[in-house]
């Protein structure tokens, strides 16, 4: 067991630009791929994920003192500390059974691949952690570890199925073929979805309206450098930064918004051959069938839809934290959230409009939940020593992922002490995520006919 637990925690605690294009060149050498192109295809699929780690951290570390200063001028203090995701992690992986999660995400997806149950070939087997994130909340308040893993296999099966169901929209709006992402994130669809279909009855709402109309609206104005430019020096003016601080960080945020698409072109570059390798292995094992590769989100990060909203959700979810009742946590390092706005991004298939609204509207779920899960991360912080904490402080994240999910399917057992709204609330998200499921697939299944239909005429 000693030996499995230093194995896996090496290979994680290499990072996903370097595990993640391990799975993936030896996926590629599994499915016949020549030796030097899996290899290039790894070491080019690792610069993107680098690329796209330095800009989000480049972004954070400009934006987060701005928002911090927004927050010292209101003069209100919040007891939680936000350490972000990467300390959730880390405390997630200080549970004394944390090591055991990877063996089990690997046999559940086998087993539902050869079962037929998924498509999925999962190789964003780095974000281990939220499947342990999850675990640790149920034994918080079950103190039952087998009950932990129990969830965690759902929400892996959950996983898989969603990756499924979004394969097609994510292909149609990224331009990668043959890959999908496992990532938890993308449950919050499930309550954004019939949230969107009401805003869809709006007229002016159910327009087109993504960056490429924006642009077409607003000429130079829209485009990526200006814009973000824009947007840095407003961040500048609510911070109260002087002048020669406000007109730099309108240079950083131009620098973000412009080079996120130039680093998503990498990850085209290093999926391309990987998903046409596994789709013809696939085809050639199973004639009816088509393996799709799962990742994280960054391959999505080229969507300058999706950099908006994040950059909106900042000042919206400062406000809310300020005067939301119940809100206890200080968001800082979680304020640049991608987990909202990424499932925004799906529902809405891009719709700046819509996902301003849903963003907004999902805001004080993040803060809610947040609150929710200090006491877990704090106690198994301290037990565990896996940071440290001054006396009486307490520790969450502001942006965690899938809130309203992670919330329902852990905190289920308070059912027995007389709390049935986690209960309730799961039941409201699997009601959203069968809604959801049956607009993506029936999507899907439209494009398909339509494209076959065109396909005839020629």
């Keep these: 067991m000693e030996i499995l637990s230093n194995v896996v925690n090496f290979l994680l605690g290499l990072g996903a630009a370097i595990f993640v294009p391990i799975i993936i060149i030896i996926a590629g050498l599994i499915v016949r791929m020549k030796l030097k192109d899996a290899i290039s295809a790894g070491i080019t699929l690792g610069v993107a994920f680098t690329g796209m780690t330095m ?15 927004m927050l010292k001028n209101t003069g209100i203090s919040l007891p939680i500390l936000d350490g972000g995701w990467t300390t959730m992690s880390t405390i997630s992986w200080s549970w004394p059974y944390a090591f055991l999660m990877f063996p089990v995400v690997i046999i559940v997806n086998i087993i539902m691949l050869v079962l037929r149950k998924t498509n999925t070939f999962n190789a964003d087997l ?8 999850t675990a640790v909340a149920v034994v918080g308040i079950t103190k039952s570890v087998p009950l932990a893993f129990l969830v965690a296999i759902i929400q892996i099966v959950l996983e898989l199925k969603s990756a499924d169901y979004h394969q097609h929209r994510i292909e149609k709006l990224s331009g990668i073929p043959g890959v999908t992402c496992t990532h938890r994130m993308t449950f919050l669809g499930a309550v954004m979805y019939p949230v969107d279909l009401l805003l869809r009855k ?69 999926l391309s051959p990987i998903s046409d390798a596994v789709s013809e292995y696939m085809n050639n094992k199973f004639k009816d069938r088509t393996l799709v590769v799962g990742l994280d989100w960054p391959f999505l990060g080229g969507a300058n839809e999706i950099w908006l909203a994040i950059i909106y959700t900042v000042p919206v979810t400062l406000i809310f ?53 200090a006491p877990f991360m704090t106690d198994l912080a301290n037990q565990t020593g896996a940071i440290e904490l001054a006396a009486g402080q307490m520790i969450s994240n502001s942006s965690i992922d899938a809130p309203v999910f992670t919330y329902a399917i852990s905190h289920i057992f308070k059912v027995f002490s007389g709390d049935f709204v986690p209960a309730i609330v799961l039941v409201l998200w699997i009601a959203g995520f069968i809604m959801y499921r049956k607009d993506l697939l029936s999507e899907a299944k439209r494009d398909m006919a339509n494209t076959e239909g065109n396909v005839a005429q020629e």
């Design 126 to 133: 780095w974000n281990v952690w939220g499947k342990i994130f």
């Design 202 to 270: 709006i007229p002016f709402l159910n327009k087109q309206f993504n960056a490429e109309s924006l642009k077409a609206k607003l000429g130079i104005f829209a485009e990526n450098h200006v814009l973000g430019f824009i947007l840095g020096i407003i961040f500048g003016l609510l911070a109260r930064y002087e002048i020669g601080a406000t007109l730099t960080l309108g240079i950083q945020c131009a620098t973000a918004l412009t080079l996120f698409p130039v680093i998503t072109k990498y990850f085209m570059q290093a």
């Design 321 to 373: 934290s300020l005067f939301l009742p119940g809100n206890q946590i200080l968001p800082f390092a979680g304020i640049i959230n991608i987990v909202i706005a990424v499932p925004a991004y799906l529902v809405t298939s891009g719709n700046i409009l819509r996902m301003f609204i849903l963003c907004t509207i999902f805001s004080p779920v993040f803060l809610w939940i947040g609150t929710a899960f």
């Design 55 to 69: 800009l989000i951290n480049f972004m954070t570390g400009a934006i987060s003192p701005a928002a911090e200063a």
